[in-house]
């Protein structure tokens, strides 16, 4: 049995079209067979009506007044069609040719009224009265020659009627194909709007037009448990927004408070920790302030774009004792993305890689022409962890943990797909390697 309901319905209806084909040829066929039988059996009772009419017993003797298109029917037909009309003595009165050859084959006759419509030979009797004298008249038709015609038709008409059911069949087969598959273009949309629902797009649902019936109800349900998850993951989103800007005022007056100590070694420990942990709250605010975000879309130069926001961040890179490199094509590169999207999402890569990384690292920054930028270092690297690529969380490739457990790269990639573009991390290089791949813009 096929898995899928299309191959399941191509087979139900392959089955059906081959019963029918069998079965109506022969339905039809019994069908003629039995009328030819009905109408032999009413030309009998016509030609005995039309015999017993004509018989009379006159000067002591029988004698036949028949119409002649009677006579040429019965008396100049067929040896196997014909009458036989006798006395009570048994001798034959009047005969067609055969008539006596009749009466031998099918035997004995009772002197009463009677019919026989089945074996070789179909006949009716009649018991005539005329005066005291009696006669009994039999007409009879050879039901294997009286049906040879009607055979013959009836195998045409299977053969017609066969091959005309199974390209009927075959059509209704057809457009049940067509109509399966039309509707199944609705559920495949829809699957394809299923597909595109994530953390990056969580506002999508799935659309019920063009779907059938049937299914409307699980789309119904599904659309309202991804209502109910947009809703716990904004509560969620707002709660950790919420959580960051209350405790960013306490670690503010615990930064000034570390800077009113005596200069020590203990003292800049406790600075390089608050730091961290400003770090890590300004991330977090800017991680819920994503959701529900809908950046405006501009046609940029990606080479221009990324060389200009490269020289602003280079500050920051060579104060820290690394050194930084961009490269792209010599020819503009346009993408459909924004502006404050894109430097948020270089500033963090670039943090990142400051962080993260001993001093000496070289950063290199490049603008690929199918629309991608990469940021690489030859640091330690970064490791992706946990099993579900949207959840996963970012290590250094040495095992220890990072400042807020990947924060900075689950900002970009969720920036990425805001603007309609993917990350991708190359685990297995040397060092880290970060490529953000943004749609082109074809003018």
């Known amino acids: ?191 394809r709007e299923a597909a595109s629902i994530g953390p990056d797009a969580p506002g999508c649902r799935i659309n019920r037009q063009d779907l059938p019936d049937e299914v409307l109800q699980l789309v119904d349900a599904a659309n309202a448990a991804l209502d109910r998850v947009e809703d716990g993951h904004r509560m969620q989103a707002q709660f950790a927004g919420a959580v960051a800007h209350e405790l960013r005022t306490p670690i503010a007056l615990l930064r000034v408070k570390c800077e009113c100590l005596p200069a020590s070694p203990e003292r800049e420990d406790l600075l390089k920790a608050v730091d961290r942990q400003s770090h890590i709250l300004r991330q977090l605010t800017a991680l819920a302030s994503l959701d529900g975000m809908r950046p405006a879309m501009t046609r940029l130069d990606l080479v221009e774009t990324i060389r200009e926001m490269a020289t602003d961040l280079s500050g920051q890179v060579i104060a820290s004792r690394r050194t930084i490199e961009f490269s792209g094509p010599d020819f503009p590169v346009w993408v459909r993305g924004n502006a404050d999207c894109l430097f948020s999402i270089l500033s963090n890569l670039i943090g990142n890689a400051v962080r993260h990384t001993p001093v000496g690292t070289h950063i290199a920054i490049r603008v690929g022409r199918d629309g991608s930028v990469m940021v690489a270092d030859d640091g330690p690297g970064i490791l992706r962890v946990a099993g579900e690529a949207r959840a996963a969380r970012y290590l250094r490739a040495d095992r220890r943990r990072s400042d807020g457990a990947g924060m900075g790269l689950r900002i970009v990639e969720k920036t990425a797909g805001l603007l309609g573009g993917r990350m991708e991390i190359a685990t297995d290089a040397a060092g880290a390697a970060v490529t953000i791949w943004l749609r082109a813009d074809r003018g």
């Open 1 to 191: 049995m096929p898995s899928s309901l299309l191959g399941r319905l191509t087979l139900g209806s392959l089955l059906t079209m081959l019963v029918l084909g069998l079965i109506l040829p022969l339905l039809a066929s019994h069908s003629i067979l039995g009328l030819a039988d009905r109408t032999v059996a009413a030309q009998i009772e016509a030609d005995m009506d039309g015999i017993a009419s004509g018989l009379r017993y006159i000067g002591g003797r029988w004698e036949l007044v028949v119409d002649p298109y009677l006579v040429t029917t019965l008396v100049a037909s067929d040896p196997g069609d014909g009458f036989v009309v006798i006395d009570e003595a048994r001798h034959v009165v009047a005969a067609s040719r055969g008539g006596r050859e009749a009466i031998a084959r099918i035997g004995g006759l009772p002197f009463a009224d009677g019919s026989v419509g089945s074996g070789p030979v179909a006949y009716s009797t009649r018991v005539v009265r005329s005066g005291r004298q009696r006669a009994l008249v039999m007409v009879y038709r050879d039901r294997w020659t009286a049906n040879a015609a009607v055979d013959q038709a009836a195998r045409d008409i299977m053969v017609q009627f066969g091959a005309l059911t199974i390209a009927a069949l075959a059509l209704m087969l057809a457009i049940n194909l067509a109509t399966i598959i039309v509707s199944m273009a609705g559920l495949r949309r829809a699957a």
